[in-house]
């Protein structure tokens, strides 16, 4: 099984450039964040035109997410469990038999005195209460998308950047901690333990071309899923787009035996 991971930032501006990367990856889930459009403005058409079933959660021209998959899924979940109020569009999920798969993009929380931080970390609580439940339903879980945290200094190209900024804070970092506590591996660490390598840069400065970026989208599978991580990549020529209008995202694509 083929999955990946894309914050496309904005779906009208990426469609051409979502599609084109579909026909060469082909992943058989793909999850996505950052659509910035309604569930009715979402381009199931198009996906459908690739062989591909979809379910959006987006209520606005801001936030919303996807996924994305060769097999119809069994069931769609929208929002957490709790049903927890003010929770904004930014988690769906569609479960495949015993496999649930979750598509996340993570508040960004903008500064550590800004009130969206506090909510980010309670957004955060939420993810994990909502993977203990789907845990402790039996179920294998693979969480994935923007998560907006760097969860190491080997994540950021210069941590002292980031000194009293977001996405670096112990806080933050703790949180993502919390999800590991319970079985869950980053895939992509696991694979590649040293290396430094990004998934997001800044248009701005020429971030990409110089290597200032960080590692903050993610893919977490469940210990089980995590043995059969054979093989993972980010795909920086997505991030390039020379025809195409690019996302300041690159995807993640991991592949499981």
Request: some cysteine; proline content about 4%.
């Amino acid at each position: 099984m083929r999955m990946a991971t894309w914050n496309v930032n904005s779906i009208r501006a990426r469609i051409d450039r979502v599609k084109e990367w579909i026909s060469y990856a082909g992943p058989d889930i793909i999850c996505l964040q950052e659509t910035k459009v309604k569930d009715e403005d979402f381009p199931y058409g198009d996906f459908e035109a690739l062989g591909y079933f979809g379910c959006h959660f987006g209520v606005s021209q801001w936030n919303g997410v996807a996924v994305l998959s060769k097999m119809q899924a069994d069931s769609i979940q929208v929002g957490f469990s709790s049903k927890w109020q003010g929770q904004e569009a930014r988690m769906v999920a569609a479960t495949f038999g015993e496999l649930w798969v979750a598509s996340v993009y993570v508040p960004n929380g903008r500064s550590l005195d800004d009130p969206h931080y506090q909510f980010k970390l309670s957004w955060l609580e939420e993810l994990r209460a909502e993977v203990s439940h789907q845990r402790a339903m039996g179920r294998s879980v693979i969480v994935a998308g923007d998560f907006n945290v760097a969860p190491t200094d080997l994540d950021v190209w210069d941590p002292r950047t980031f000194l009293g900024a977001t996405h670096v804070s112990e806080p933050e970092r703790e949180a993502i901690r919390s999800l590991e506590s319970l079985g869950m591996i980053d895939i992509f660490r696991k694979l590649y333990p040293t290396q430094r390598i990004y998934t997001w840069w800044d248009f701005r400065q020429g971030a990409f071309h110089k290597g200032q970026g960080l590692r903050i989208d993610l893919v977490f599978a469940d210990t089980e899923l995590a043995e059969r991580a054979s093989w993972g990549i980010v795909d920086r020529e997505a991030r390039k787009a020379t025809e195409f209008k690019p996302s300041d995202h690159a995807p993640v694509i991991i592949d499981f035996s």
